[in-house]
């Protein structure tokens, strides 16, 4: 499986974006598909995930209420809607696919894939 994020840019505070993660294979929806990002000098951290069934989401508390992901699996493609974007969302974001899961994960371990990453910066 290989990933490919893209939709970054540049955008003011209180801005949106959407990032969308295209995936190769026949299997894509039976992964769980996450998101992170990782901002200058800092560690990678979770913001998103959705299962397979698309039913499931989790969110980061710093991004709840702001952030939404989804999924199209006959696009082999998963996206997350980003608003009211803030200076500390300024990190690169990456998703990452978790194979064959019925379980998402918070945390980078348990994922199998990972995209190449996509810059997001917010200017205040």
């Known amino acids: 499986v290989q990933l490919q994020a893209f939709g970054g840019g540049l955008v003011q505070a209180g801005g949106s974006l959407r990032l969308s993660c295209a995936a190769s294979?026949?299997?894509?929806?039976?992964?769980?598909m996450g998101w992170f990002r990782q901002a200058p000098g800092k560690d990678r951290e979770f913001v998103a995930a959705?299962?397979?069934?698309?039913?499931?989401?989790v969110y980061a508390d710093s991004v709840k209420g702001r952030f939404t992901t989804s999924r199209d699996n006959a696009k082999n493609t998963a996206y997350l809607q980003m608003n009211s974007l803030k200076p500390e969302d300024t990190a690169v974001y990456y998703c990452a696919a978790k194979k064959i899961s019925s379980v998402y994960y918070t945390f980078e371990s348990p994922y199998d894939y990972w995209g190449q990453g996509t810059q997001v910066t917010v200017s205040s």
């Open positions: 959705i299962s397979r069934s698309i039913i499931g989401t």
């Open positions: 294979g026949r299997t894509f929806s039976s992964h769980v």
